[in-house]
């Protein structure tokens, strides 16, 4: 089954303690994104990879970091996490030059 | 991004056809029309796509009006499954430029079935 899957589901944290949440993808996609949802915000961009190694800032990527050593990998890196950091975080691939993309079922993540 | 407006809310009874509105009167001539739903507690879920003529797919049909300014997202059938967040987002046509795919997702229209 084409899936994207996000790891964990759920988290609580504490501030300033390194995190990572994990997103691979099983369609042999090229891109891959991050987005938050804040209610009245709306998701916002926070990273995009268009391939393996190619990375890059979306709207909100202050606090953030990605890496894409594997074309279906793509975490997500809180070095130092804070409570503006709660949220609900998808992760996003599409084949390129697709319309279609395909979203994770979500991390929500708390910050104390 | 051009922008999209749309009702915060709607109902409709289950099994009765669903008309979802969108107006994007700022639309450029290749933007592509997209909707994507959000079911309560899952991530965003591609419904459907057009350019100018009317669509139909498995989950929809996408009606768009003639001069682009507007366009309907048209549930044949809802069921209690249909409840969802629905968001219209307009789109540069992905082929001919791979860049960032970002969709810009609005407020949407909060749909509920009524059963």
């Known amino acids: 089954e084409a899936q994207v899957t996000q790891n964990p589901r759920y988290l609580i944290t504490v501030t300033g303690k390194k995190l990572t949440v994990t997103c691979s993808q099983n369609?042999?996609?090229?891109?891959m994104s991050w987005y938050r949802q804040d209610p009245g915000l709306g998701l916002r961009q926070i990273y995009y990879s268009m391939n393996v190694e190619v990375t890059d800032k979306g709207d909100v990527p202050e606090g953030y970091k990605v890496s894409r050593k594997e074309k279906r990998n793509f975490p997500l890196i809180l070095e130092s996490p804070s409570p503006n950091q709660t949220s609900l975080y998808f992760c996003?691939?599409?084949?390129?030059?697709?319309?279609?993309?395909?979203f994770g079922p979500g991390t929500r993540l708390t910050v104390t | 991004d051009a922008k999209t407006t749309q009702p915060n809310s709607m109902e409709s009874n289950e099994e009765e056809p669903v008309h979802l509105p969108c107006n994007h009167s700022?639309?450029?001539?290749?933007?592509?029309i997209h909707w994507y739903r959000q079911l309560p507690s899952q991530g965003p879920e591609y419904v459907i796509h057009?350019?100018?003529s009317n669509v139909n797919n498995r989950m929809a049909s996408l009606a768009i009006a003639e001069d682009r300014k507007s366009s309907t997202l048209i549930l044949h059938r809802a069921t209690l499954r249909d409840a969802a967040v629905y968001y219209c987002?307009?789109?540069?046509?992905?082929?001919?430029?791979?860049?960032?795919?970002?969709?810009?997702f609005g407020t949407g229209t909060r749909l509920t079935i009524i059963p």
């Open positions: 996003a691939s599409a084949r390129a030059r697709a319309h279609e993309q395909y």
């Open positions: 369609m042999n996609h090229e891109y």
């Open positions: 700022t639309i450029s001539g290749t933007d592509y």
């Open positions: 057009g350019l100018t």
């Open positions: 987002i307009l789109r540069d046509p992905p082929v001919t430029n791979f860049g960032n795919e970002k969709l810009t």
